[in-house]
């Protein structure tokens, strides 16, 4: 089975640190996306990638930025963190460019900010 | 573009009652559907999911759900209700692009004894 692994389950941070989520797939692949995941709201897709090196914005990329160096590996980053980024992080990939598929999910990290 | 609408953000059936979850989308292509369910503090795992085919898809844990096209639903059932199945329900739509799938607000199950 597919493996998705993010880093850290619980993070704490202070505002205006600078932030670094980590994922990693061992399945080879091309897709990988980050959503933000909210009561009421559901997930909100922030940024994903096809490819090594290649980034496209989601709904809400505001605040953050990727990172994607290797093809495993999809990293994002709170710039300055602010009390709003305190969520719940999923990351995801699929392995291809066809959405019948169905993501795999990370278990996520829930990152508080104060 | 897609979007999706769960009905009711909290569900409460007893042990061994029928398990309803509303979804309705919205597609401008032929969709693909999905059911995830979300345990405390893990992770989206896939539940089912319609591509093309037989309307009525079966998951795992005995879910099960109809795709229907007139009704633009997405609803999802099982029979007989478990303690185990206490948990968030998401549904989502996606075209064939990875980028477009979207989710709905979830559905928090709750079974009573």
């Known amino acids: 089975d597919v493996k998705v692994t993010q880093s850290s389950r619980y993070l704490v941070k202070r505002t205006g640190e600078k932030v670094f989520l980590e994922c990693v797939q061992d399945?080879?692949?091309?897709?990988m996306f980050w959503y933000r995941q909210d009561p009421g709201l559901g997930l909100r897709l922030i940024y994903f990638?096809?490819?090594?090196?290649?980034?496209e914005k989601g709904d809400i990329p505001e605040g953050y930025s990727v990172s994607r160096e290797k093809k495993e590996r999809f990293s994002l980053i709170l710039e300055s963190a602010s009390t709003n980024q305190t969520s719940m992080y999923l990351c995801?990939?699929?392995?291809?460019?066809?959405?019948?598929?169905?993501?795999?999910f990370g278990s996520g990290t829930r990152l508080t900010v104060v | 573009a897609q979007s999706v609408t769960q009905l009711g953000s909290h569900v409460s059936v007893s042990e061994g009652a029928l398990v309803l979850l509303r979804c309705n989308y919205s597609?401008?292509?032929?969709?693909?559907l999905f059911w995830y369910v979300q345990y405390p503090n893990q992770g989206l795992q896939l539940l089912l999911k319609?591509?093309?085919?037989?309307?009525l898809v079966k998951g795992i844990n005995g879910f099960e759900a109809e795709f229907k096209k007139s009704e633009t639903s997405f609803h999802l059932t099982k029979p007989s209700a478990h303690m185990s199945d206490a948990a968030e329900y998401f549904c989502?739509?996606?075209?064939?692009?990875?980028?477009?799938?979207?989710f709905g607000a979830g559905t928090r199950l709750t079974v009573k004894p």
């Open positions: 989502a739509v996606s075209g064939y692009n990875n980028n477009d799938m979207r």
């Open positions: 990638s096809y490819d090594v090196k290649m980034k």
């Open positions: 319609y591509t093309t085919g037989a309307t």
């Open positions: 399945m080879d692949h091309e897709n």
């Open positions: 597609s401008s292509v032929p969709p693909y």
């Open positions: 995801a990939s699929l392995p291809n460019r066809a959405g019948s598929y169905g993501y795999t």
